[in-house]
Each structure stands twice: as C-alpha cells, then as structure tokens.
C-alpha cells in the first residue's frame, strides 16, 4: 500500500510515519523541506520525501495534480485549512485513491452542551480556524456518505510530545509557567481553574490515523474524536504538575478580566481561546470502530512533554 501523507514532518507525523513504515507501508512525505522530524527513527531513512511548498503550487493551480501523480492508495492530509485548498486537493484525487484521511480539530465543536462530546453531536464551530475546519470536515464527510470520496477525518485535541511546547495549566504556550511550578512558586490562574482542556500525545493521534488506515471499511465516512481518555481542568492540571515537581501546590485565582491584565496579550489571548471552548471529549466511537487505545493519559502526555522541555534546558 503506498501512502502519501502531507505535511508528514510535524508533531503527529514524526510518530505517523514510523508507525506506516512498520505497517510494511510504502510512505512519501510532502512536505516544503524546511524541518526535520522531531524524534529519529531509522523508518525514515525508507521515506520518500517530496518536496512541494503548498502555498505556492495552489496559487498557481497545480498541487492536486502533483500529488494525484504520486499514485498513492492512500493520501493522509495534516495541513489542510480552508474550504477551497480541500475542495481543489479533492477535485484532483477523485476517483484515484483508496482512502483520503483529513486531520480536523476539536475545535470544530465550539462550545458543548453535553460533555464528554461525542461525535454525532452537532458542530457549533467560532473563530476562523475552527469555523474552517468545521466547513472541511462537513465537505468531505458529505462527499463519503453519498459514495462520491472515501474519507474520514480525525479530529485532535491539544497536541503534546516532545520537541515543542505545550499548553500549560494557565490554558497558552509560555514557557516560563513551567519554570514557577518548578521552583514551587505561586501561579495565579483564571476565574476557579474549573475550565477544562484535553490533551493528547502525538502518538496517540498517529494511533487513530494509522487504524483508521487499517480498518478502511469502519473508517470511511466517520469523524473520529483524537484526544486521550478524559479532559482535565487548570486546576487540577497545576496541582498534579506542582507534585510531579515535588513541592505542595501554591494557586490563586482572579477572575478572567483581571487576570489577563498581568499577562502578554498573545498569552491572555491563547488562554481565552482555550477556556472559552473547555473541550471535554468522548474516545467511545474510535475505540468501538477501530481499537483506539490511547498509551497516555492527559497527565502523562504532560509529564512527557515537560521532560523534554527540560531536558532541552527550556525550563
């Protein structure tokens, strides 16, 4: 089976590849050329890598049909963002592949009524990013079930692992958060901590894509929920991270409006994103469907994310 996977050098890829090249797949990598993966694995030195920088070749009309002339079975798209760049990606794939796998977000969901969220309940997508991919995954799911394009779509939560950083439990990216846990220092966090977030390991993502690619016929036409087994509010998020450390927890809270005050404006942003939505969501469907059983927990994804971090001396 020959894959193509777009964007295969990133956070899910650097676990997806291996885990396709182990499955006796035979795997291109497109990608711009511009990093490496995160982790080594000696399965990429059996990747073809491509390079095509997307942007540029949609602008000029000829990305479908470059990767159309790849000739895979199956085409596996990380870094699709708008309705038209799937809509032209689809148009040159009809009918030439297999099996098309879209990586989604929870944001699609927007806020939920029901938690944990599950994946017939209905999008209720805000923002741009969000609101886009809720636009694609309807598109192409439409597409499946009327038989037209056999896709599927994996939605990820809060991607985590080594190499980057990871949302913390003050809901944005800085760094430094880690550091005051660290040193057993007090962390004022928003409103009662109570807003939740829900990780996943890149690995665990690559897990459900890579069943999803084995259990062609329980896949096609599904959307399929990509996060570990439970949430976690900031509150509890901190208190665990304040033990990993070794030192009792030190919280405070301030309401929201007062809170993001103290901060960077980018970092009250993210924060407001991320609470806002309080993603909580069910894994049922792709344990059900395809045998998805995620290796980490919410916390342990943590833990592993901020070893590295350490490790790199960025903490």
């Known amino acids: ?12 890829g650097t676990y997806l590849v291996p885990r396709l090249v182990n499955l006796g797949c035979d795997v291109v990598n497109v990608s711009r050329g511009a990093s490496a993966p995160y982790l080594g694995n000696a399965a990429w030195s059996r990747v073809e890598t491509v390079t095509i920088d997307r942007a540029a070749a949609e602008a000029d009309g000829t990305f479908g049909a470059r990767i159309a002339a790849l000739n895979a079975d199956v085409v ?5 963002f708008t309705l038209d760049s799937c809509r032209h990606l689809v148009s040159a794939l009809e009918g030439r592949v297999q099996h098309f ?62 190499g980057w950083s990871i949302l913390n439990p003050r809901g944005n990216f ?40 084995r259990n062609w016929g329980a896949a096609v036409g599904e959307a399929f929920n990509a996060v570990s087994a439970q949430a976690v509010n900031l ?38 994103e991320h609470i806002a939505r309080s993603p909580n969501h069910s894994i049922e469907k792709g344990r059900r469907l395809l045998g998805y059983q995620p290796r980490y927990s919410s916390l342990a994804a943590a833990e592993d994310s901020v070893t590295a971090l350490l490790e790199k001396g960025r903490i």
């Open 1 to 12: 089976m020959k894959v193509v996977i777009i964007g295969g050098s990133g956070h899910v």
């Open 76 to 80: 596996i798209d990380m870094i699709c």
């Open 101 to 162: 796998l879209h990586c989604g977000t929870i944001w699609v969901y927007g806020q939920n009524t029901l938690v944990p969220a599950t994946e017939d309940q209905p999008l209720n997508a805000f923002g741009e990013y969000g609101s886009q991919k809720a636009a694609i995954e309807t598109f192409l799911l439409d597409m499946a079930r009327r038989g037209h394009f056999p896709a599927t779509v994996f939605r990820p939560g809060h991607i985590v692992g080594p």
């Open 174 to 213: 800085n760094d430094q958060v880690w550091s005051t846990i660290k040193r057993g220092d007090e962390l004022t966090i928003p409103n009662f901590g109570l807003e939740t977030v829900h990780h996943v390991h890149a690995d665990d993502v690559a897990q459900v894509a890579e069943r999803a690619v």
């Open 235 to 272: 509150r509890g998020y901190a208190e665990h991270m304040y033990r990993w450390f070794g030192h009792a927890p030190r919280l405070s809270y301030q309401p929201f409006e007062s809170w993001k005050s103290t901060l960077d404006a980018d970092d009250a942003q993210a924060t407001w």
